[in-house]
């Protein structure tokens, strides 16, 4: 019940028993001033019911705030300004390591970790050995290697003597193709104990100097990072055994390059594409680097419902941390100088977008054609005027207020 359906509530009762007890204060008048008494006080009455059944179907159409509550609410007014609604966009984006740049470097056979040679932190260079293995999988390997080499010569030797002796018609021709046959079977078995060799990372370097190993040579295993770049995880102990396809005993990142992956979301993804210049900034808007899109990868994230565009940067200063978040500035072109508010400013009241102005005693709404909208601010067709006063923080409040007002609580009139 509002302010006046309250006072004709309390007041007509009063009203009417005030003038019946003057009436008998002064012995009863004619019974034609009653009647006319009468007749006002009903008109009073009247009039009161007809005001209240107005003030209970007329919408509110403004907030009434005064100066100390606005302050009290955080509501600032502006104004209304020409600007330029550029296209571009700002969107979040990850920094991550370049997958290509990554190694897990894991052991090619099964052995015990004798030596350690590097650690995290430390910063590697290609080839670099990390650490050596004992190892009896791979002396195995080299042992049978050697058998096969010793095996292929004799059987060599066998064919060339063989060969000489059918030459001076002292031995027949099949003595020849039999050794002929044993040397194509040993270099076979050569040929395969080398692969098996090759498979666990032996080259052929370490091979040529299997011959004059010194005892104990032919268990070590050397574990080497394929790539430059520093140690950021190892797993592994002195003592400890490891396997190959087991856990990687060292993780090696090369962060010279990084990836900048840049969150896209649905609405945006036609404006985004390959080639676009992208800046990365901090949340001081401070640029840390520059770069393009490489690729906007076609999936959308289920939990996010996200693209995601790839920048490829170079790090050389190392500057960039993968893990760490900045926000991505991408250039899509496209601006044009008009009436802006801040988007913020903009609600829905009653259906239609609209902006609260100040009047003398409060604030309304007034309706607005909203267009584009780009960096927090948005672009308005028509309803407001450059230089036009409006709340530019606190609208939501407002409309909030307005809407509680509306079931007859508050200060909307």
Not at 62 to 89: F, M, N, W, Y
Not at 284 to 308: F, K, Q
């Amino acid at each position: 019940m509002n302010r006046n359906m309250l006072f004709a509530a309390f007041l007509t009762p009063a009203f009417l028993y005030l003038s019946a007890c003057s009436g008998d204060a002064a012995g009863a008048g004619s019974p034609a001033e009653n009647a006319a008494g009468k007749e006002e006080r009903q008109d009073r009455a009247d009039q009161y019911e007809m005001h209240d059944e107005d003030d209970d179907h007329q919408a509110p159409d403004h907030v009434e705030l005064s100066p100390a509550e606005t302050k009290a609410a955080g509501i600032v007014v502006g104004k209304a300004a020409l600007g330029r609604i550029s296209g571009d966009l700002e969107l979040p984006a990850e920094i991550r390591f370049d997958a290509d740049r990554i190694a897990r470097v894991s052991p090619k056979v099964e052995g015990v970790v004798a030596r350690l040679y590097a650690g995290e932190g430390d910063t590697i260079g290609p080839g670099a050995t990390l650490a050596l293995l004992t190892s009896r999988e791979l002396a195995g390997l080299k042992a049978d290697f050697l058998n096969a080499v010793t095996t292929e010569r004799l059987a060599k030797a066998e064919l060339d003597r063989e060969e000489r002796l059918f030459q001076q018609k002292i031995t027949a021709k099949a003595d020849v193709q039999s050794a002929r046959a044993a040397f194509a079977a040993a270099n076979a078995q050569r040929e395969a104990a080398e692969n098996r060799l090759h498979a666990v990372g032996i080259g052929h370097e370490v091979l040529d100097r299997l011959d004059g190993a010194k005892d104990g040579a032919l268990s070590q295993a050397y574990v080497t990072s394929p790539i430059a770049g520093k140690i950021i995880r190892r797993t592994v102990s002195l003592g400890e055994t490891v396997s190959a396809g087991g856990e990687p005993m060292f993780v090696v990142i090369d962060d010279s390059v990084v990836w900048a992956d840049i969150a896209v979301y649905k609405d945006d993804l036609g404006k985004v594409d390959a080639g676009l210049a992208v800046s990365l900034r901090r949340e001081t808007g401070e640029s840390l680097a520059e770069g393009t899109i490489a690729t906007v990868l076609p999936i959308i994230d289920e939990t996010s419902r996200t693209a995601t565009a790839r920048v490829i940067v170079d790090n050389a200063d190392h500057r960039l941390k993968p893990g760490q978040f900045l926000t991505a500035h991408i250039e899509t072109g496209g601006s044009e100088t008009s009436v802006r508010v801040p988007s913020g400013a903009i609600v829905e009241v009653e259906g239609r977008q609209s902006v609260f102005v100040p009047t003398d005693d409060g604030f309304k709404p007034t309706e607005v054609m909203a267009g584009g909208s780009a960096n927090g601010f948005t672009q308005v067709l028509s309803g407001l005027e450059a230089g036009d006063a409006l709340v530019t923080d606190g609208a939501f409040t407002l409309k909030a207020q307005l809407e509680k007002d509306a079931f007859g609580d508050g200060h909307a009139h």
